[in-house]
């Protein structure tokens, strides 16, 4: 009996770990622990599951440092019988660059039962988390905590499992399911861009995110972009004799927050971030340069529509300010959720969708909720984790009956 087993049969304490990798400080959180819990008995059949999962949210992953999760899948999916192909992905931007502990290689996963790589149906997520890391835990019996828990390694685990299943049962041959694992989801996309490189092309694809089981019908589309204040330095006795970029920035940023955008029945109001600002280097030196990162959601129209309204608006506050948007933007993403059984929800937030090309049936699901992703409090129950695995098991078996 592997070790693993022995833990969950005999339903042994469940000791918080922290992975092995060396972490950056600003990436080693201070949160007191969680008494040491025990799993409930009742999950003890589920063990290849939880055991598989907990690995998986143990080794920390944080954009650009999903080297070493990469590999434990690798080795995973090799000893389960899956031909494995590793997929280089270009170096990330320097401000991710300079958090990483170790500079490791980083790569996409595609991987398949048997030998044919060309199949019907694709399943993918992503195995990169954001900061901070949070260990892995068990509380009250049934939940798990901890950073990717459910945002994505609730669906890496559930859709290897949901696959291995229907092989061992003989439900899928070889050419009709694979498994697409990428990097750098939460930072732009980086992996599901290169992922086009594999020019594969598939009847239906099924994405793993947060939905709590339910199937997205549709999510909001995106605009990323940069504003740059431009001022002069001097001293802060001597205001007058510098320019404040901080003073051209502000009321620039108001004025977006004030700006009515547009809005949809489906989707609701496009919503905008203000995510990080900053300016100046101390109190008493008129700040020479401003900047803001800023995302909008966007419920209705196109990216350009929005980013017109958004050069309007700063063009008229300060025809001076210099603004540059991100590669990555689109507008409102359709989703099919045309599958019985399922109930449906539209959802905020953005996914690799609109980046993976190809005129492929394209599915969104997956266990636990958005709403505790990417926070100090990212769990999900063991329940809900189980059940993603059939619920991956009836997408995938209605897919395959399509076009039969």
Known sequence: MRPTQCLLRCILAVVPLRCSTTLASE????????????????????????????????????????????????????????????????????????????????????????????TRVLLSTHIDTVPPYWPYEIRNGNEIWGRGSVDAKACVATQIMAVDELRVSGEIKPGDVALLFV?????????????????????????GEPTELKLASGHKGILFFHIKAQGKAAHSGYPWLGENANSRLIPALAALLKT???????????????????????????????????????????????RQIVLDVLNKVDDRLDTTFGEISYGPVYIDSDIDGFETVTVN??????????NHKRYLYGPGSILVA???????????????????????????????
């Open 27 to 118: 990436h080693r959180p201070q949160r007191p622990l969680a008494p040491i819990q025990r799993l409930d008995e009742a999950y003890s059949n589920h063990e290849p599951l939880l055991s598989l999962h907990q690995k998986l949210v143990e080794i920390e992953s944080i954009t650009g440092n999903e080297h070493d999760v990469g590999v434990y899948l690798h080795n995973y999916l090799t000893k389960h019988n899956f031909t494995v192909e590793r997929q280089s992905v270009g170096t990330v931007s320097d401000d991710l660059d300079s958090r990483q502990s170790n500079k490791k290689p980083r790569f996409n996963l595609f991987a398949y039962p048997g030998e044919k790589r060309d």
């Open 183 to 207: 990097v750098g989801e939460e930072t732009g996309g980086d992996g599901m861009r290169t992922a086009n490189e594999l020019q594969l092309e598939w009847e239906t694809v099924i994405f």
């Open 349 to 358: 937030y953005g996914t690799d969708i609109a980046t993976l090309k190809g």
């Open 260 to 306: 009515e955008l547009p809005s949809s029945r489906k989707y609701g109001n496009s919503t905008l971030n203000i995510g990080r600002m900053g300016g100046g280097v101390a109190a008493n030196v008129i700040p020479e340069s401003a900047t803001a990162d800023v995302s909008i959601r966007i419920a209705e129209g196109s990216p350009q529509e929005t």
């Open 374 to 404: 990417h926070s100090d409090h990212e769990h999900l129950t063991i329940g809900n984790l189980t059940a993603a695995v059939e619920g991956y098991k009836s997408l995938i078996r209605h897919a395959l009956k399509q076009n039969r």
